[in-house]
C-alpha cells in the first residue's frame, strides 16, 4: 500500500499533459490554468406521489434532496461530498473522497463512495429512467462502501474502463471496525462498437458471517432514438448458507422529440425480477441468514416528459405492477402502483 501512495505521488509530480476532474473526464493543462478551483455545487430534488392500487391508499414523498460539492484543489488532485438531505426522510452521507490523476488515463480513488459493481445499481438519481429503481439497483447490487478504487481507461479499437478495488465491507456507519478479510469489486466496461455496451463485473463482501459473492454482466445498446438494457446477476452465498439469487433487470427506452413545452417524451417498458434474496444479516433466533426480498416479478410502464431548461427537470408517470410466487410476502412498498415524479437536477 505505501508503495501504490508512493508511485501516485511521483505520477502527480511528473503528470504534464493530462489531468482530470472529479467525474474522471481528461481536461487539458490550459483548461485547467484559466480555473480558480472554484467548488461546483450540484444537486437533485426528487418529490413523488405513489397511490398503492391494493390499498387504495397514497402517499406524498422526497425520495431524494442531494447537494453535492465537487472540483480540483490541484492539477491532478480532485474531491467531492455528496449528502442526501432526505432519503426517504432520512440525512444521509453519500459519498466523500479526494480522487488522484497521478498518470495519463489513471485514478486513485479513496474515501466514500459507490463501489464499482453494475450497470443500474451504478446510476445516479438523476441518471434513472424510471421513478422506481430496479431490484438491482435497489436490493440485490446496491452498495455503498469505504475504501479504495483504482480505475484505468484503455483507448483503441475497443476503449475499456477498468475499475476495480478494496473495501470495508460493512457499509458506512461501522468504519472503525478491524476487519482482517478483504472485500473487493471490480468492474470492465467494454465498448467494441458505436452505441454499444457490454460491462462485466465481481463483488466479494462479507458484512457479517457470511461472505457473499456477485457476479453480473450487463449490456446496452443505444441506436436513433432507443435505448434497449439487460442485465444479469447472479449472487452466491459462502457454504450454503442461503440459496442463490438470480435478479434480471431489462428496459427499453424510446425519444420522441417535442417542440412545444417539453423537449422530448420518452415511452419507457421494464420488466425485472429477482428470487428469495437475503442481505446477509442471520435472524437473531436461528442465527440463520433470512429472507429480506421476496421472489417476485415486475412489469413497469412509463412516460417521461422532459423540460428544456438550463437544469434537467423531468416528470414520470410509471406504473409497476408485481407478481409474487405463492409463499412470498410482499412488503406494502413494494405492490402494485402508480408513481408520479418530479425530478430535477441542477
Known amino acids: 500500500m505505501l508503495a501504490l501512495w508512493g508511485i501516485s505521488l511521483f ?18 493543462k490550459q483548461q485547467l490554468e484559466t480555473q480558480d478551483y472554484l467548488p461546483e455545487v450540484h444537486g437533485t430534488i426528487r418529490s413523488k406521489y405513489e397511490y398503492q392500487t391494493q390499498m387504495n391508499a397514497g402517499r406524498f414523498e422526497v425520495r431524494n434532496a442531494r447537494l453535492s ?22 440525512i444521509k452521507m453519500l459519498d466523500a473522497y479526494a480522487r488522484l490523476y497521478p498518470l495519463k488515463d489513471f485514478t486513485i480513488t479513496a474515501g466514500q463512495m459507490r463501489i464499482p459493481f453494475t450497470i443500474d445499481a451504478h446510476r445516479s438519481p438523476h441518471q434513472q429512467y424510471f421513478a422506481n429503481r ?9 452498495v455503498r462502501d469505504v475504501g479504495m478504487t483504482l480505475g484505468y481507461d484503455v483507448h483503441g479499437a475497443m476503449p475499456i474502463i477498468f475499475e476495480g478495488g478494496l473495501y470495508n465491507g460493512s457499509g458506512l456507519t461501522d468504519q472503525k471496525e478491524w476487519h482482517k478479510e478483504v472485500n473487493f469489486s471490480g468492474k470492465a466496461q467494454l465498448f467494441p ?6 460491462t462485466l463485473s465481481v463483488q466479494s463482501i462479507k458484512p457479517q458471517t457470511v461472505r457473499m459473492n456477485s457476479y453480473d454482466i450487463g449490456t446496452y445498446y443505444e441506436f436513433g432514438r432507443f435505448h434497449i438494457e439487460g442485465e444479469y446477476l447472479y449472487k452466491q452465498y459462502s457454504d450454503d ?8 433487470n431489462s428496459f427499453i427506452n424510446y425519444d420522441l422529440p417535442l417542440k412545444e413545452v417539453f423537449q422530448k417524451i420518452s415511452f419507457l417498458v421494464r420488466y425485472d425480477m429477482m428470487t428469495n434474496h437475503s442481505s446477509g444479516t442471520p435472524d437473531a433466533t436461528t442465527g440463520l441468514l433470512k429472507i429480506d426480498d421476496y421472489k417476485r ?3 413497469t410502464g412509463g412516460l417521461t ?12 408517470l410509471n406504473f409497476e405492477k408485481y407478481f409474487y410466487a405463492k409463499n412470498s410476502i410482499a412488503k406494502e412498498s413494494e405492490q402494485d402502483k402508480i408513481v408520479m415524479e418530479l425530478m430535477i437536477r441542477f
Open 193 to 198: 462498437a458505436k452505441g454499444v455496451n457490454v
Open 297 to 299: 416479478h415486475r412489469v
Open 134 to 142: 430496479s431490484f438491482i439497483a435497489k436490493q440485490v447490487g446496491n
Open 305 to 316: 416528459c422532459s423540460l428544456s431548461k438550463a437544469f434537467r427537470t423531468d416528470l414520470r
Open 11 to 28: 505520477g502527480i509530480a511528473s503528470a504534464q499533459n493530462h489531468y482530470g476532474n472529479e467525474d474522471g473526464k481528461k481536461v487539458d
Open 69 to 90: 460539492l465537487t472540483g480540483n484543489i490541484l492539477p491532478s488532485v480532485a474531491y467531492k461530498a455528496e449528502i442526501d438531505l432526505s432519503d426517504e426522510g432520512q
Open 241 to 248: 448458507a442461503f440459496a442463490g439469487v438470480h435478479s434480471v
